[in-house]
């Protein structure tokens, strides 16, 4: 089975704080996937990354950087966090490089910036 | 550009009833359709995909939806909703190289 863990479950930064959220897939999966999750809107994607530190910007990835130095690992900083940063963060992964392979998410971490 | 829309963020059903959730989407291409459940405080699962085989896709827990290209609509049903049904549904549709997800149905089933 394909296990994509998180870092926290639940996180409470402060306004400006530079905040990390890490995830780790064990399937060798190439492509991996940063989310947010807000009431009403979905799901939303902030970056992806296809391949170890290539990293393409998502739907809505102002605020956002990433980081992929190993092909298990891909991180999501938030710079200086913000209070409309405080959501639910999805990681996700995919074996190969088209969009119609099946994501695997993990847990998700619940952040609270305030 | 692809989009999707879930056409009711609330369903309400009774036990042993009918499940229906609408989804309409748009793409420029043949697109792979998607369906997911988040039940509460667990992790998205995916319950059945669309790549251009047959109409008609089969998922876990007795779910199936049809793709309908001349209406634009991949929607989700069930004969006979069970308690644990009692999620939220999210249909998706693939871009070039990442998914668009639906802002979601959340389905209630009645005792």
């Known amino acids: 089975d394909v296990k994509v863990t998180q870092s926290s479950r639940y996180l409470v930064k402060r306004t400006g704080e530079k905040v990390f959220l890490e995830c780790v897939q064990d399937?060798?999966?190439?492509?991996m996937f940063w989310y947010r999750q807000d009431p009403g809107l979905g799901l939303r994607l902030i970056y992806f990354?296809?391949?170890?530190?290539?990293?393409e910007k998502g739907d809505i990835p102002e605020g956002y950087s990433v980081s992929r130095e190993k092909k298990e690992r891909f991180s999501l900083i938030l710079e200086s966090a913000s209070t409309n940063q405080t959501s639910m963060y999805l990681c996700?992964?995919?074996?190969?490089?088209?969009?119609?392979?099946?994501?695997?998410f993990g847990p998700g971490t619940r952040l609270t910036v305030l | 550009a692809q989009s999707v829309t879930q056409l009711d963020s609330h369903v309400s059903v009774s036990e042993g009833t009918p499940v229906l959730l609408r989804c309409n989407y748009s793409?420029?291409?043949?697109?792979?359709l998607f369906w997911y459940v988040q039940h509460p405080n667990k992790g998205l699962q995916l319950l059945l995909k669309?790549?251009?085989?047959?109409?008609l896709v089969k998922g876990i827990n007795g779910f199936e939806a049809e793709f309908k290209k001349s209406e634009t609509s991949f929607h989700l049903t069930k004969p006979s909703a069970h308690m644990s049904d009692a999620a939220e549904y999210f249909c998706?549709?693939?871009?070039?190289?990442?998914?668009?997800f639906g802002s979601g149905t959340r389905l209630q089933v009645q005792p």
């Open positions: 996700a992964s995919s074996l190969g490089q088209t969009s119609t392979d099946t994501q695997y």
């Open positions: 399937m060798d999966h190439e492509n």
């Open positions: 990354s296809y391949d170890v530190k290539m990293k």
């Open positions: 793409s420029s291409y043949s697109p792979s």
């Open positions: 669309y790549t251009s085989a047959a109409t």
């Open positions: 998706v549709v693939s871009g070039r190289r990442a998914l668009t």
